[in-house]
């Protein structure tokens, strides 16, 4: 959720920014509203029915041009301004107008006209904005209608009109508490559908995505780009024996040491509940065999706590390097499987970087060309 003032000012921007279009088709709704609600309160004059035309024609003129820039501001404050100050004044000369249009009238359209500023103003700092506006020109036209008119009551005007804009407040307060909600509910959402649930790294179809996305980067751009594939050895005997608190525990651990060692520029994911993916763009093979290395010397002599003892565990690394008879991430991806495989069959806790061929066979059918590969440990 949004809590500092700066991201919420920021976040009504964006949201005013990307919402142009929509915002002058409620502008143009609101005023046409506000216009048969004005010509039904002012009803007993002859030129009643002009006042609907006029009004949308003077609320079109005022969308078109105030929503022509593109300034952040224009859209979050200057709008709902406009649209405040259009209906305030449009009440007080309908005042003026007609002798019949009584103190609760005022109150009445004043109340009217604040409400349909929530469907104008993009957040609440633009519709205190509004109201506030709306209050100023409302108290003004009503003293000046008092003066006017001797039967116009100022003082009952004037606390109807506040109480009426009272309402427009408190619900733009709810509103606001509402998109906040569902903004930190959309913000969630987006990160359980690419992170993994125990570790917070990316999840096997996010890793998978960046490893499509790095390769092509790096293949049009002529840069290295290497990966690691790495695998917890006996992970599913840590599970029988010591259950799954002490798994994750482990797999908690390993993560968050690839996370520190790795680069800022790295990508670090889960793709099955003990193996690894780390893409290492920008960075040559003996680079990655380098890194891979210390990770296995590393993380053999960590030591995770379980229950008053301490468990150690070791890791197996393939790897691989992008070259130029890769057709898509997916091969080298494969080969850095493959590379694990070797490491395994040479007694774990080492590094293997799988030689490269001089043309890539043929995809099996039914395996993606850019899916890392689901070889067993």
Not at 32 to 47: E, I
Not at 266 to 293: I, K, V
Request: hydrophobic share 50%.
């Amino acid at each position: 959720m949004l809590s500092q003032p700066t991201d919420r000012r920021a976040e009504e921007e964006r949201r005013a920014l990307h919402g142009l279009r929509a915002q002058r088709k409620r502008f143009s709704l609101a005023a046409a509203f506000f216009s048969v609600a004005l010509m039904y309160a002012f009803h007993t004059t002859a030129y009643a029915w002009a006042i609907p035309v006029l009004g949308i024609a003077i609320a079109e003129a005022i969308g078109f041009f105030l929503l022509r820039a593109r300034g952040p501001r224009l859209p979050c404050v200057i709008v709902p301004a406009g649209a405040a100050l259009f209906f305030s004044t449009s009440i007080v000369v309908a005042a003026l107008l007609d002798p019949s249009f009584g103190a609760l009238h005022v109150a009445f359209m004043f109340s009217v006209g604040g409400g349909l500023t929530l469907l104008i103003a993009p957040g609440r700092r633009s519709v205190v904005t509004a109201l506030v506006i709306m209050g100023v020109v409302g108290i003004a036209g009503a003293v000046f209608i008092g003066m006017t008119l001797d039967a116009f009551d100022v003082t009952r005007a004037v606390s109807s009109l506040l109480i009426g804009l009272l309402g427009p407040y408190l619900a733009a307060d709810r509103l606001e508490e509402a998109h906040h909600e569902a903004s930190a509910l959309e913000i969630e959402l987006a990160r359980r559908a690419t992170s993994d649930d125990i570790t917070g790294v990316s999840n096997r179809a996010h890793i998978s995505l960046l490893a499509q996305n790095e390769f092509a980067r790096s293949r049009r751009y002529g840069q290295p780009y290497s990966c690691l594939t790495i695998e917890i050895e006996k992970y599913e005997r840590v599970l029988a024996s010591h259950g799954l608190a002490t798994a994750n525990a482990v797999v908690q651990v390993l993560t968050g040491y690839c996370v520190v060692v790795m680069r800022h520029c790295d990508s670090f994911g889960r793709l099955s509940p003990s193996r690894f993916l780390a893409l290492l763009p920008e960075t040559p093979s003996q680079g990655a065999r380098t890194l891979a290395e210390r990770m296995c010397r590393d993380l053999a002599a960590l030591d995770v706590a379980v229950g008053g003892e301490k468990l150690q565990f070791t890791v197996v690394i393939g790897g691989a390097q992008m070259h130029a008879v890769d057709r898509g991430a997916g091969d080298m991806l494969r080969r850095a499987d493959q590379g694990l495989a070797d490491a395994a069959e040479r007694g774990g806790n080492c590094a293997v970087f799988a030689p490269v061929p001089v043309h890539q066979p043929a995809n099996d059918a039914g395996e993606s060309e850019d899916t890392p590969g689901d070889a067993a440990p």
